[in-house]
């Protein structure tokens, strides 16, 4: 019997993810205070933020599987999440058009029935194309990037202002689907083990 896959997420577009992959996830919202970690730098943090996200969630499951995930996106040296308000994404993008980000996605899956944690994180270099003023802030009126990490959603409007991907795409939008094979795989299951059919 397969275990309960459960995503320790609130976000719309990683379950969405996972359903597209044929996953059906029980989503348990962790509301882990990211502000409370700190790290020396992206890749650490984006780990320990993804593991304590689904460890916040874990001791609610006996037989599951927990996915705990967090992204960062790193330009000129800079780190960023979610901006916190309109003048802060529009003084982001004014930062970050025509540049070049890495965006970074932790992921932590927690195997209840085995006792195991695995940690991976993906990075995806994103091509910003360098758009002006009055787009950026017709963006930024959507709301849209309040809502992600690096002030931009790749399934969303913010697709139109990216020009290229070196790396994974599911990445950037918050779940690298490679990844979470490789995970999978490396506890004993297989992608049969939980395909909707």
């Not at 502000?35 to 650490?44: H, I």
């Not at 993804?50 to 995930?69: H, N, P, Q, R, Y």
């Not at 890495?102 to 006792?115: K, M, S, V």
Request: hydrophobic share 45%.
């Amino acid at each position: 019997m397969r275990p309960t896959f459960v995503l320790a997420s609130a976000s719309p577009a990683r379950k969405r993810l996972l359903e597209m992959a044929g996953i059906a996830p029980l989503v348990a919202v962790s509301h882990f205070d990211e502000s409370s970690l700190t790290a020396d730098n992206t890749v650490a943090l984006v780990e320990a933020l993804a593991k304590a996200k689904a460890e916040t969630v874990a001791s609610k499951f006996a037989d599951a599987l927990i996915l705990g995930c967090d992204s960062l996106l790193l330009v000129n040296g800079q780190t960023y999440g979610k901006p916190e308000s309109p003048a802060v994404a529009i003084a982001r993008w004014q930062t970050m058009r025509g540049q070049v980000g890495e965006l970074y996605t932790g992921h932590a899956l927690i195997d209840r029935t085995q006792n195991r944690c695995l940690c991976q994180t993906g990075l995806t270099k994103v091509h910003f194309a360098d758009v002006d003023d009055d787009t950026i802030q017709a963006y930024v009126d959507s709301g849209e990037p309040l809502q992600c990490a690096g002030a931009f959603a790749l399934e969303g409007k913010g697709g139109m202002l990216i020009n290229k991907l070196d790396g994974c795409s599911s990445n950037v939008i918050g779940l690298s689907l490679p990844i979470l094979r490789s995970l999978l795989q490396r506890l004993g299951y297989s992608l049969a083990d939980f395909w909707q059919s």
